[in-house]
């Protein structure tokens, strides 16, 4: 299994530097932004089946925003992330994570579906960039798709109508989750 920020980073590289499939959205890609308990994001976490070490920190609580660092690598790079809800409804603990470098110029960010922080565990799952292109084709959402010699490339628009459709099972590696605890300090 992926780490988070092995997944985060390889999102932005696909942004960024390659041709393969990628599904991008705006920074205002869900319902509202989630409003964050500290206590439950800020701290080191670790993936499951790994030794590697996150560290999240909690920018703006009331904007869901958050920054990802790696410690004590050498080309650490701080990630963005703004955590969205994805569903009106409150029992619902799934949200959209959008994640951008904070250093790069281009619009159009990468993001992945996170369950919220709970007792110390963090799901997320990543995008199905085929399913994704193929319900925007099929005007199932809404978005474009540039075609490419390596895959497709989609973004989608940030309407309500795709929030509620993109909670669909089809559109996300369900089987592939990445988890991550809380280490103790």
């Known amino acids: 299994m992926k780490t988070v920020l092995r997944i985060l980073a390889c999102a932005l590289a696909v942004c960024g530097l390659t041709s393969c499939p990628e599904t991008t959205v705006d920074d205002d890609f869900g319902l509202k932004p989630e409003a964050l308990n500290v206590s439950d994001w800020n701290g080191d976490w670790t993936p499951v089946d790994d ?28 990630l963005e992330i703004s955590i969205r809800e994805a569903s009106a409804d409150k029992e619902e603990k799934l949200c959209f994570a959008v994640v951008r470098d904070p250093k790069a110029k ?16 963090l799901f997320s799952w990543s995008i199905d960039h085929d399913a994704v292109a ?44 990445s988890c991550l605890k809380r280490l103790k300090k």
């Open 51 to 78: 030794d590697d070490v996150l560290h999240l920190v909690v920018t703006d609580a009331a904007k869901g925003l958050l920054v990802v660092t790696e410690p004590g690598k050498k080309d650490d790079k701080p």
């Open 106 to 121: 281009k619009s159009g960010e990468s993001f992945m579906l996170f369950r919220l922080a709970d007792d110390g565990v």
């Open 134 to 177: 193929a319900a925007i084709k099929a005007g199932q959402l809404q978005g474009t798709v540039k075609p490419d010699k390596d895959g497709a490339h989609s973004h989608l628009d940030s309407t309500p109508a795709n929030y509620a459709r993109l909670l669909e099972p089809k559109f996300w590696r369900w089987t592939e989750p």
